[in-house]
């Protein structure tokens, strides 16, 4: 079955992997933070099981640990 892909850009990835996996989506995820991008754009509709990749970036003031 075709499902809409739910706008998840500003969420903690928690909150963003509970709504598109409840929604029947798979999720890969790229950096750390809140998501900042996601692979197929809200709004669309795609087949339920397909994998949403989702791009995250932390705020500008957080104190992140570079790994050397």
């Known amino acids: 079955s075709m499902q809409k892909v739910p706008n998840v850009i ?3 990835l928690k909150d963003a992997t ?3 996996s409840s929604r029947g989506f798979r999720i890969r995820t790229s950096g750390i933070g809140r998501v900042c991008s996601q692979s ?3 709004g669309n509709t ?5 994998t949403i990749t989702l791009q995250l ?3 500008k ?3 992140i640990e570079k790994e050397e």
């Open 57 to 59: 970036t932390a705020p």
């Open 61 to 63: 003031d957080a104190k």
């Open 18 to 20: 509970y709504l598109l």
């Open 40 to 42: 197929v754009p809200y």
């Open 46 to 50: 795609v087949q339920k099981g397909a």
């Open 10 to 12: 500003g969420m903690t």
